[in-house]
């Protein structure tokens, strides 16, 4: 079955780095793009960017460009997903997803990232 | 950017009685690429409708997905204790990808 499994929780603090990882199994890894989501404390969702894992093309919210950079590792079917110069608004639950026949049918777990 | 409007914010049902929640678009959504997620506290979103009416795998049928171009709603037939949750609408149809702010179906 389709499996995202991300790292786990994280406390930077501001101005740091934070690099989370999604590794995938269940199905062939180079057919989907991955996504990234983040959710704020008692806040909405939030679509930060895709990477299409075959290519290593990437597709960056504009808020979130220049500081927000996904990569891939075929080898091992896993996403990363890096933000740099942490803020506190930063602080959130990080999601990355796969499309099913549209949109995100299979979701990571969460990774708390904590920047305080 | 499409920027979404979810209304109501909350609302308050009691179990067996129907929930009508409504997604408003600031522009027309393409293709109706329309989905809902349901939300629960400490949980990653879940999938209920995409393409504005079809059924995500597993979903039941109480929940229904309708509308097209700007206007959107789910519907729940007949609430079931397990539906009280958040639920919010996503376009995904034109970059960047938005959702509403969610609307948080509560038991009266």
């Known amino acids: 079955q389709v499996q995202l499994v991300q790292s786990g929780a994280e406390v930077k603090k501001p101005g740091a780095s934070v690099k989370v990882s999604c590794k995938t199994s269940g199905y062939t890894f180079t057919t989907y793009y991955i996504h990234w989501v983040r959710q704020a404390p008692g806040q909405g969702l939030e679509w930060m960017g895709m990477i299409d894992p075959s290519g290593g093309s990437t597709n960056y919210a504009q808020k979130f460009q220049g500081r927000v950079t996904m990569t891939r590792d075929t080898s091992t079917s896993t996403v990363y997903m890096e933000v740099s110069s942490l803020k506190s608004e930063d602080t959130a639950v990080y999601y990355c997803?796969?499309?099913?026949?549209?949109?995100?049918?299979?979701w990571g777990q969460g990774t708390l990232v904590t920047v305080s | 950017e499409i920027v979404l409007t979810q209304s109501p914010g909350t609302l308050s049902l009691s179990p067996g009685e129907r929930a009508t929640l409504s997604c408003r678009a600031s522009q027309s959504v393409s293709s109706n690429y329309l989905a809902w997620f349901q939300q629960k506290p400490g949980q990653a979103p879940r999938l209920l409708i995409y393409g504005a009416s079809t059924r995500a795998t597993g979903i039941p049928d109480r929940f229904s997905g309708s509308g097209s171009g700007t206007d959107f709603t789910l519907t729940i037939s007949r609430l079931e204790p397990e539906d009280f949750a958040v639920y919010c609408c996503q376009q995904y149809g034109s970059s960047p990808i938005t959702f509403g702010q969610g609307t948080r179906l509560e038991i009266k």
């Open positions: 997803a796969r499309p099913g026949p549209q949109t995100f049918d299979y």
